[in-house]
């Protein structure tokens, strides 16, 4: 991770700011030969799009993607990746740039503009710039092309918390998920948000959320063993999202109340003899390196800071000050962060996919002969 | 990060298995005419080493440190950096493999035994090899090196629960750390840790716990805005110690539960004419940039699978069978986490300085004159 | 170096094939505060454009360049450098697919067609995809931005030896450079090159050329040791370039025939207290970091496999064949180099200033004073 | 390439300075179940060794390597690589420092010693310290492990040019490289070179020298289209080798007088079923692409810059003077380059061997069935 590019292998790099000309990402290391069009990425970014409920900002952006690289049609006339840079652009339509007139020299507590504003000595003040959630489009354009480098990989999210308001798992159906407008797999909580997120929004006031991904069909074997970890990987991956504070794999932080009987994940062979978990408080990974059960993480996205009532700050030029946000924004950014963990995760398994196969190459027999070593 | 090497301009590279012949690190990029001497990286190693109580391995390694490379007297006859790597290597001496013998072939629950096996073929099982925790005494020698980086840099930590027994944060003091064999901040809950944890000791069991660190004096403008993030890289690192299972910034997962109004910490002037932030919500990061507020991150450690019950498992021949480890091991691996959690932040900061410095060189001139921009 | 991504801090990663949307490129890690437009980039752009005289390829691309990000004005109304990703657009106009429709199948000898193949399984054959010189349009934009990065730096090339024909460097005249077709440094040898490539053209041949590329003003003490040294990264980035199968430093293959007597730069004071190189045959760098005296690179490119006459070759499924080229081509792709050249020092120049200082900080003060070290 | 590491997934980072404790390497994402021992590694170590005639550096150095980690033996009791990083060392034995006392605050024109002072503010003078050729061990060491990772690859090397004296290549006997003390290919231009260089280190000279290296069995398909390229990277390794000045792939330098006819190898199908390339000026890159002939690189050396005769210079607190250097030093330093540049190739094929294995899996299928694309 440096500057504005993730990964190792499975690269992007992405740019862009919220009220400039566009966004979009350079895609590089995708294995050639995928399969790969413009309607693929589209299906997640519509997932991601603004103005599509009353709980997400009302900005009405189409997020129409464009591939200008790296994809062609092969013999049959079907659309694949070449193997050279991926490049998607997304233009910015719907940018109202006065609203963000008044704070331009404000510093919104919470925000990064002081922060943006000491650092390079200037700041796109309109709709945060490159700071704007708005960035996080184009990584759910990369991840929609990184879902196609694993065979089989299966990543899905939902939200589980907002506010004190947490799901109930026994209830959990990934089938819901798709059918309220928080991506949430419990319908009676989701109901439960309806109203209460409803109050927040009228308030002008907004809420944190808790959002969590998984990954079915990871191999076992991604990972490092040191720095590189999978699970280290993935916490840096989650918590360069917008609003990111806290990120948990399997037990996460519950994990520090458990004892090692409860916490260790006992092992039998299963039926293809591959080993079977009979739990997974590890998350699917186990000294940085996968296991071949789903691929658990979680994290906290803090409420945005974009309220109406008024706070105590300074401007830019040192005076003590008040500061409300007009413009338009989330109450709950968390339910767009849904499909944001997920291009994040894809990412990271697929580079820790390419990693893997360049290092060791062809997958290791398992079970091992009993003369093996 | 990428396999065993972490940082981008501050890169620190680790080598070595528990059992081997050394363990160690290359630290590059390092500033030269930095004042180190072998007794400024053995103090913090010290801190870790194990053996110093009864809740901590009864493996008697010394860690003696030597410096190989990058340092050289200067004029005055001190020690100093020379701008070139600095190799730094600790042998192994209390190595006993005899103990691992039975266990070479049996996956340990919990344990990184199966997934290394299954990702390279082959494993080194004697104190599970470059798994173990003795890789974290090359982070902490050099995490030494890195506090000389950053001026006025002070990282301190601290245990903050174990199991489920949590301190009281009205009674933190930093003096009490070093007084107790927890590196716990509030002394009343280090006594009712000490029989707690002996009791689970006795048992053969582990239990997990939260570390806290703390970094005083980090400047304002570090990070980077999008993948590259403050935050993005601490959880990185901190993820990418052995047994983290979770880790966060400021509130964290708390801030799921709070409103904008109470998330965001409202700012003033200050007397040097700086912002001052009236709560630090934040832990000290906004938009992945410092915000010149300490930086507060903390990490849950999961309990030590390596527990004298005999759990269900397989062996790497895919044979049902059960296994209880017998080596000597950490009843709560959290303990000695604290000061390799302070190596990693120490590190992250030095990284973003240097990449700050590089970046933008010398600092922006805060507040702006209001003819500015 | 990695895939399509160059340098380490000022980072360039580029898309785009021949005939494809778009090409392109993201500039990331450029400080902020730098005055740039993209009337920068377009004069830069403009020396490398096709069509301009009947010795480079008559494609007609008008090589529009657009900033898409990364630039705003500032408070006096002039665009500068955010500090955040620099994301720069050119349209492909002119790209007549047809031409290369027969070839499809059909290996070029000395192209990259087999290889690319080979490598990936599929390949974009029009106007050779990713492999085409069309690439280099990107690198140069991406070079306008690397001239703004270092105060006072002056990059310029020239083209030194076409075929067997090189120029004089008793007449070098940096302003004739811009007088003829051939950015060549010598009147007379220019005018020799003319009727000698108008009868290559004619033969519908190619023949190769040697570049040559100095930077001035570049401050002493750029590179790092071992393998991020200036001159090894100048050699790859040199190299990277399409059709260049040589690179030199300073004295280059000319120093295997020197005796150290005669390689060895001797110093002197000069007026400003800096040393004063007698001689530059180091070419601005020893022991991988300059020196202070003018970076000299050179650079051999091979002549264009694009030819008429018929050349014996083999197809995708394994057949002997024959083949001829019949798109639009240079009969001397290393005239179009020299801006090519220009900017990939740029970028290199320009990554090392900010690397140097990441680690060093403020110039070191030299001479140093008697009792240093 | 940054800093002292060096490769992408196969990962070099040297340390040591030449009159320091030790130098040494970490090589990191090596495959595993490889077979390594230190045998294998101080096998290519002897070749480089000084001491071993008139002709090199009289300093007597064992260079005696051991491996400090990542091996272990397999079931059979073969070592092999387990995946995690070999930490390789070499401890510094002939160190006479006094022999650098006079020099230390006087710079050696065409050495380093300027450049390390005005970039760090401070060098290690003993032997240059991390500037020295010695440094080159540890790339030898890292080379005999890359040497193992690509199947049946053969890197040799020879001495094609001391001075004005080049080999005849019609004479070119790999055989012979073993039989001199130059590493030569030619017999008689082997002889010629013992009285030459016999002459120059009478004189207290130097000379400079012509390296090539030739890669056989390099499987077709590595590289990357454009900044990643092989060829590309090579250069880059080839001139971060002390005193090199100067690299060309195949027909090189050359390569500008020739035309498109000259240069193009023209192919025909083999009688495996892989094309035969008719000639090879291409030195086995197309478009950065390996095509699966030899690789060829060269590089020119320049003389040492350590010579008796006094030259004029400037000391570090900017007063002119004159210097001669009385250390043991190399006549020709290209000689003990050969085993430097061999092991550099050899890094970078493993390095690309696992990059395409790593992004495009198995090899692909050709020749393609007609129906395909």
Redesign the interface.
């Known amino acids: ?6 990964g ?2 499975f ?7 919220s009220h ?5 990402c ?1 895609v ?6 995928l399969s790969l069009t413009a309607a693929d990425i589209q299906r997640d970014l519509d997932k991601r799009r603004p103005g599509q409920s009353k709980f997400v900002t009302q900005r009405r952006e189409p997020d129409t993607v ?5 994809t ?1 049609p ?2 049959s006339g079907k659309e ?1 990746t ?6 998607l ?1 997304i233009e910015n339509v719907d940018a109202r740039s006065k609203d963000y007139e008044e704070i331009a020299a404000t ?6 503009d ?11 003040a309109r709709g945060s ?3 704007s959630a708005r ?1 996080t489009a184009s990584r759910v354009a990369a991840g929609a092309v990184a879902r196609k480098v694993v065979p089989n990989l299966l990543v899905r999210g939902a939200l589980v ?4 308001i947490a799901i109930d798992r026994k209830r959990w159906d990934w089938d819901e998920v798709g059918r309220n407008p928080f991506f949430c797999p419990d319908a009676e909580t989701a109901k439960k948000w309806e109203d209460y997120l409803d109050g ?1 929004r009228k308030k002008g ?6 959002v969590e991904i998984v990954a079915e069909n990871v191999p ?10 999978l ?10 999202i ?1 609003a ?26 299963g039926k293809d ?1 591959r ?1 079977v978990f ?1 739990s997974n ?3 699917g ?8 059960a789903p691929v658990v993480a979680r994290f ?8 109406l ?1 008024p ?4 401007d ?5 000050t008040e500061v409300s946000t007009k413009g338009r924004h989330d109450p709950c950014v ?1 339910i767009r962060a849904v499909p944001v963990g997920e291009a994040m995760l894809a990412c990271v398994i697929a580079d820790h996919y ?9 997958a ?10």
Chains 1, 2, 3, 4 share one sequence.
């Not at 690269?11 to 700011?17: A, K, S």
């Not at 990111?244 to 458990?258: C, D, N, S, T």
């Not at 706070?311 to 300074?314: A, E, Q």
């Open positions: 991770m440096s500057h504005n590019t993730f190792h292998l690269r992007v790099t992405t740019f862009g700011e400039g000309v566009a966004i979009g350079v590089d290391g995708c294995p050639p030969r464009r591939i200008l690289s790296g062609m092969d013999a694949v070449t193997g050279t840079p991926i490049a652009l510093y919104r507590p919470g925000h990064a002081y922060t943006y504003d000491v650092k390079y000595g200037i700041r796109d710039g490159r700071a960035e918390q907002i506010g004190d927040i006031s907004s809420v944190g959320a808790v076992a074997g991604l990972g490092a063993p040191v720095y590189g970890k699970d280290a990987d993935i916490a840096g991956a989650m918590m360069s917008n990111v504070k806290g990120v948990e794999i399997g037990a996460g932080f519950e994990a520090a109340r458990l004892s090692g009987e409860e916490n260790a994940d006992e092992m039998r062979m003899k080993p009979l408080k590890a998350g990974i186990l000294g940085g390196i996968s296991t071949g906290a996205v803090k409420p945005t800071s974009s309220i009532n706070r105590k700050t300074v830019r030029y040192g005076n003590d968390g390419l990693r893997q196969r360049g290092q060791v190459g062809d290791v027999t398992w079970p091992f002969p009993p003369s093996n070593q």
